[in-house]
């Protein structure tokens, strides 16, 4: 597995299939499904997902929040035009920004957003983000959510009408620059219906950063340097989780997100235990996978870490050929696409 290509995760997208606005009904999006030890494929609607999840299984989700993290203001001084996207909270008042453009943000430089919110720059980073201090009245969440705008990834170029569309229905912790999008195709009544099939739903935190939209530059994957996110599993995931175990259930990740935190802490501990940290795991084929069994997931870019952590689960060729399949049905794909179930 030590000379795997980049271009082995390549796939033909013709550019209309990539949604570029989500569907009325979150569950009627269509649904995959995709046998790992087969290789054969369904095809379904979301909703159908319950048919496929058995009494005694566990569901794992990410509640993340996006936060709307896309600032759009001007330098004090001369009023130029600067973008700040936020990627991370490092204190009460100080966040790591990425700026555009790069050249009007040098340390000291300070720029107003809507009139009730400064930043100055505190520091360039090695990797060109920068460390800005921000200045406001009130509450900085409130004030973001009428200033902000969510970030949405680079190949969605259609605005986003209705801002709860790129969030999850059970998101509950701010602090995403992109949407864990698996969960997207959820909504309240599919989740009741699953707990009252006898399903555990349990939760995760990872912030999704837009280093998730990072390509793989390196020819050889294992090259590859994998950006690093924050994530907590709390006490109660690990217990529910370790009681699905013992009691023979599988553990059904959503979202390649819920998958990173698991695995870590699964490769970390050699089992499931509460924990909060850092990752920068990097799957690809040839991992050997510690907790879960199956995987809910959207349709990822070609060549990207994403179908790399998709095909280690179900195999390159199983993964490609659905994917060529998802093309042939014309399937809408990546964020705010349609959804493939690995089981």
């Known amino acids: 597995m030590d000379n795997m290509k980049k271009s082995d995760f390549y796939y033909e997208l013709p550019e209309e299939l990539i949604a570029q606005e989500p569907i009325e009904n979150r569950e009627n999006s269509r649904l995959l499904v995709l046998d790992k030890k087969t290789g054969c494929i369904e095809h379904k609607i979301f909703r159908d997902i319950t048919d496929y999840l058995k ?23 001369t009023g130029g035009a600067m973008e700040f996207l936020l990627l991370e909270k490092r204190s009460l008042s100080e966040w790591e920004v990425m700026v555009r453009p790069g050249k009007k943000a040098r340390v000291g430089a300070r720029f107003e957003f809507g009139g009730e919110l400064h930043a100055e720059i505190k520091e360039i980073l090695e990797n060109g983000n920068r460390i800005a201090c921000f200045e406001y009245d009130g509450i900085f969440e409130e004030i973001l959510d009428r200033l902000g705008e969510m970030p949405l990834p680079p190949y969605i170029t259609k605005k986003l009408e209705d801002k709860s569309r790129y969030q ?29 099939k006898g399903v555990s739903i349990a939760y995760v935190t990872l912030h999704v950063g837009i280093g998730t939209f990072r390509p793989v530059k390196t020819e050889n994957i294992i090259d590859h340097k994998m950006h690093s996110e924050f994530y907590i599993l709390p006490e109660e995931t690990a217990e529910i989780i370790n009681n699905t175990r013992k009691n023979g259930g599988r553990i059904i990740s959503v979202g390649t997100t819920a998958t990173r935190v698991l695995e870590t802490v699964g490769s970390k501990f050699g089992k499931i235990c509460a924990d909060g940290g850092r990752t920068e795991i990097f799957i690809y084929p040839g991992y050997g996978f510690k ?3 199956a995987l809910i997931t959207n349709f990822h870019l ?42």
Do not use: W
């Open 55 to 77: 009494a005694g299984d566990c569901l794992v989700l990410n509640d993340t929040k996006v936060i709307p993290a896309r600032l759009i203001g001007q330098k004090e001084k």
């Open 168 to 196: 999850t229905v059970y998101a509950k912790i701010p602090g995403s620059a992109a949407a864990p999008t698996a969960g997207l195709h959820f909504t309240p009544g599919l989740l009741d219906e699953i707990k009252a």
């Open 291 to 293: 907790v879960i069994d």
């Open 302 to 343: 070609p060549e990207s870490t994403l179908i790399m952590l998709v095909s280690a689960l179900a195999g390159r060729e199983n993964v490609l050929g659905a994917y060529n399949e998802a093309v042939k049905q014309r399937y809408r794909f990546f964020s705010l696409g349609d959804a493939m179930l690995i089981i």
